[in-house]
Structures are given as structure tokens and as C-alpha cells.
């Protein structure tokens, strides 16, 4: 488990280089068999720009202040606090304080809560995005430590199911947001315009022909349509997109300047930029640890 510590590298290789800024750290393993991912890291300032995962998280603060923007406001959580994120809430991450903060994620596949919830998740969301349980934020804890120690599969499920089992009571039929939000439905053009970034996102196309293709009068009524269902701009819209398969792309393995092409970004080089900003880590190292290479070793407190 990561605890706060004195290391003073951030994302790591086998050979502790350091290829992100000094102080930061990040680590990051997954566990196959599962599909659970675990991460713990440590920021001092600024940790990642706006994203969303396919997962639903479920993190832990172990030390500092962990400032992050999520369902329209900024929020705060402190050490022994649990952070509920749904799969595709979008969300940032900064330090608020020179000592920064400390954290573990965990991210949970979405047919695991679909299995865990009968096979039916379609109108379940968390009721908080901030909550004060013990129990879950040692589940989490175990659960991640677990996953970092390559623990025997059979304790590693049952961390799963313990998180999980915990899980129940912070789950609501209103997806956590309130039922009047949730019932008012897209605009017809920014529905439109969502479906063709998710068909399209690894093209090229600007404002002009997207507002021609999904039915606006123009460019300006499309943004400003999109903006008001969705919370940001197409082109926002369409990098997390990008990132989202970029990531899925690296879980299978496929290396960085292949996986940059496939998910629409115009080289490496432009996804790595786009990568670090979005998540705090370059593409490479989120690869490495997808292939269970270490990041770097937790810091002992």
C-alpha cells in the first residue's frame, strides 16, 4: 500500500530515471485475472487535467489535501476520506498544500458492478462523490496492496469482493445526480454530435463540417447546444475520447507510436502531450505498467 514517503522521483523505470517532474510519484498495476487496476501516487502540485475512465474509481486519501473538480464544483478530500467517481464522470486532480497529497485508486470494471448489481447497471451511480467509510476505505486500501504484491488470486478476489460488498450501500438509482437533471435528455444536435465523435474520433474534421454532418444551423449553435448538454467542447470531447482508446489500445500491449495512430492523435509525440496532461504519466510508463514492470517502489513512511 502506498503511504507517504521521502522518494523524490516520479514515475520510475526498472532503472530509476526519472521521466516526469521531481517530487511526483505514480505507480501503477494491474491484475489480469481480475481487471482490477491499482494505483498509488503522490503529488505536489498540479496531478492531471480534466479526464474521464471507463472504470468506476474508487480512491482512497492516505495524506495532504487531494483537490479535484467533479459533478460541477471542486471538492476536497482529506487522509481517511473515499473518493466515488462513475465511469465517464469527468475530473482533475491538484495539491492544495507544499507537501502536497497522497493516494491509492482503485479501478473497477464495469461488468464487475454490472455482475454485482444482477446484470443490470444501467440507472446505478454513486449517491456521493465524497464519503466517510471505514470500511470501504480499508477494503480499497487492502485491495490495491493486494494487486502491488502479487498476492495469490484467491486473496485478491476476495479484496474484490470485500470493495464491492462495501460498494452497495454508496449506490443509488439516480446515477448521483439529481432526478430532474438525469431526466432532461441531450438536445437532439448535441446527442448527434456526441454519436459521430464516438464513431469518428480517430478522423480529422473541423467545427464547420461537424455542425454540417450532425444537423446545425452552424458552428456556433453547435458548440454552445454541446457545451450545455455535456459540461465542454467538442474538441474536449473528442481528445478524451482519443485518450480513452489510447489507453485501451496500451492495456492490450500495442506499442505507444502504433496506439497514437489508431486512436486519432497525429503522432507520439502529440498523444504523450495529451497523455501526461490528462493522466501524470507519459504513455510509455502507463504501458510498462500495464506489462507489469514496477514505476517505482512505494515510499515507506
Same mark, same amino acid.
Given at each position: 500500500?502506498? =503511504? ?23 505507480? !501503477? ?50 487522509? +481517511? ?6 465511469? +465517464? ?7 492544495? @498544500? ?7 485508486? !482503485? ?32 477494503? =480499497? ?7 502491488? !504484491?502479487? @498476492? ?36 437532439? =444536435? ?47 470531447? #473528442?481528445?478524451? !475520447?482519443? #485518450? ?39 504513455? @510509455? ?17
Amino acid at each position: 500500500m502506498f =503511504v507517504a514517503g521521502h522518494a523524490t522521483n516520479s514515475v520510475m523505470t526498472d532503472n530509476a530515471r526519472p521521466i516526469a517532474g521531481p517530487r511526483d510519484q505514480m505507480r !501503477l498495476k494491474r491484475d489480469d485475472a481480475t481487471g482490477l487496476e491499482a494505483v498509488a501516487a503522490r503529488f505536489h502540485s498540479h496531478a492531471y487535467d480534466m479526464h474521464f475512465h471507463d472504470e468506476w474509481l474508487v480512491g482512497v486519501t492516505h495524506a495532504g489535501v487531494q483537490d479535484f473538480f467533479c459533478r460541477g464544483r471542486r471538492r476536497q478530500s482529506t487522509p +481517511g476520506r473515499v473518493i466515488l467517481i462513475e465511469p +465517464g464522470e469527468r475530473h482533475d486532480g491538484q495539491a492544495v @498544500a507544499a507537501d502536497g497529497f497522497a493516494y491509492n485508486m !482503485l479501478y473497477m470494471p464495469q461488468a464487475l458492478i454490472r455482475d454485482a448489481m444482477g446484470g443490470n447497471d444501467a440507472h446505478i451511480g454513486f449517491r456521493q462523490t465524497l464519503a466517510d467509510d471505514k470500511e470501504l476505505f480499508h477494503a =480499497v486500501a487492502r485491495a490495491c496492496e493486494a494487486i502491488f !504484491l502479487e @498476492a495469490p488470486r484467491l486473496m485478491i478476489e476476495d479484496c474484490r469482493d470485500r470493495v464491492t460488498n462495501h460498494l452497495f450501500r454508496h449506490l443509488s438509482p439516480h446515477m448521483g445526480h439529481d432526478a430532474a437533471e438525469k431526466a432532461a435528455a441531450p438536445h437532439p =444536435v448535441a446527442a448527434r454530435t456526441m454519436d459521430y465523435l464516438r464513431a469518428r474520433f480517430d478522423e480529422e474534421f473541423g467545427l464547420d463540417e461537424l455542425a454540417e454532418a450532425v444537423g446545425a444551423a452552424d458552428r456556433f449553435q453547435l458548440s454552445r447546444g454541446f457545451r450545455r448538454a455535456y459540461g465542454t467542447s467538442p474538441h474536449a470531447c #473528442l481528445v478524451q !475520447l482519443r #485518450l480513452a482508446e489510447a489507453r485501451r489500445l496500451l492495456r492490450e500491449k500495442v506499442p505507444p507510436a502504433e496506439a497514437a495512430a489508431l486512436s486519432g492523435f497525429a503522432d507520439q509525440s502529440h498523444m504523450g502531450r495529451w497523455f501526461r496532461r490528462a493522466y501524470g504519466m507519459t504513455p @510509455a510508463a502507463y504501458r510498462r505498467g500495464r506489462t507489469n514492470v514496477p514505476e517505482i517502489a512505494a515510499a515507506k513512511g
